[in-house]
């Protein structure tokens, strides 16, 4: 098939061809056509087009919309969008090279998690304790949650054989099932003892009117058979909401970060989080480095003579 004579007409088989074999739904396509009728605009007014342009020249059109003030995520989807086009451009041998093939996107700014102070922790602990009719399994559940690191996932999943005989490390089957140990504290083995007695003997009554043994720690009668991820994330909200934080800032996944920022400030050494965490690359445990840094800069500003005096006397320190 011969090239279109123009560049709206590369655009247009472009976009048919992603409707009728990508599947790509209506607003992706919108999308296609804003980013690369603007980068064809932009090469009519140099006297270019799609056909005639080499890296360079895509290169140095993400450089302007850099220099227009274009965010992050606006240039990387635009890269993306020419990329895919000269991906079907290439195939479709109306050109002999993918000028974009090799062109990388703009990297993203990392965020840093959001955590917890100790405190806060400490809160969410003791009302997961609080009188109840869940107490002993509210109290394992967090207690294994605060003191592993663990994700929600593999929390409720966690088989009740990998707790049996009060062990002081825990095998985790993570990601990709990858297995990781992970050390128990001692709070999070008794909470994990008062509730196999409970959970053992709710077992019982329920094999005796015939129902199946749970393999899990954490046993459900729903499909799945264990307590739910949403169960779970709901737990915390009310946990959250008793212990008088703000359940927006409270997720299972948040207590993860808890986790490790607390043991990066109390001497940590990075690389046994990271196996901890069940992180397959350093960099992404390195983040908590970051955060540990924002909160030292905090505590400074607060509480530092010096910039208390220049905040009583309207100063900079």
């Keep these: 098939m011969s090239a279109p004579a123009t560049d ?21 396509q919108l999308a296609y056509a804003r980013d690369l009728r603007d980068f064809t605009d932009w090469l009519d007014a140099r006297g270019g087009s799609l056909g005639g342009a080499d890296q360079h ?19 990387a989807r635009r890269l993306s969008s020419i990329r895919q086009l000269y991906r079907f451009a290439f195939a479709e041998g109306w050109r002999a090279d993918d000028p974009a093939g090799r062109l990388k996107g703009p990297g993203r700014p990392r965020r840093l998690p959001k955590t917890l102070a100790e405190a806060e922790v400490d809160a969410l602990l003791a009302a997961a304790r609080a009188p109840g009719r869940d107490r002993v399994r509210n109290t394992c559940l967090m207690e294994l949650l605060y003191a592993t690191g663990m994700r929600v996932s593999e929390l ?6 990998a707790v049996r005989g009060d062990p002081r490390m825990l095998l985790v089957r993570g990601k990709g099932d990858k297995e990781r140990m992970v050390p128990l504290s001692p709070p999070a083995r008794e909470a994990v003892t008062e509730w196999l007695v409970l ?26 058979g264990h307590l739910t991820r949403a169960r779970f994330f709901l737990l915390i909200k009310e946990l959250a909401v008793a212990a008088g934080l703000s359940p927006e800032t409270v997720t299972p996944h948040i207590i993860r970060h808890a986790f490790a ?20 690359d350093i960099g992404t445990t390195e983040i908590y480095t970051h955060v540990l840094q924002e909160r030292l800069k905090e505590l400074v500003d607060t509480h530092h003579p010096l910039a208390r005096q220049a905040r009583e006397g309207g100063g900079k320190p």
């Design 8 to 28: 709206r007409g590369w655009i247009a088989a472009f976009l048919d061809a992603q409707a009728a074999e990508a599947g790509a739904a209506r607003n992706t």
């Design 57 to 75: 020249t895509i290169e140095d059109y993400l450089i302007g919309c850099e220099a227009s003030g274009l965010a992050t995520t606006t240039r």
């Design 156 to 161: 409720v999943e966690l088989p009740v054989s």
């Design 199 to 224: 959970r053992d003997a709710t077992e019982a009554a329920a094999r005796a009117n015939g129902r199946p043994a749970s393999r899990f720690l954490f046993p459900s009668r729903g499909k799945s």
């Design 261 to 280: 920022t607390h043991l990066l400030a109390r001497g940590a050494d990075l690389r046994a989080i990271q196996t901890m965490l069940g992180h397959a």
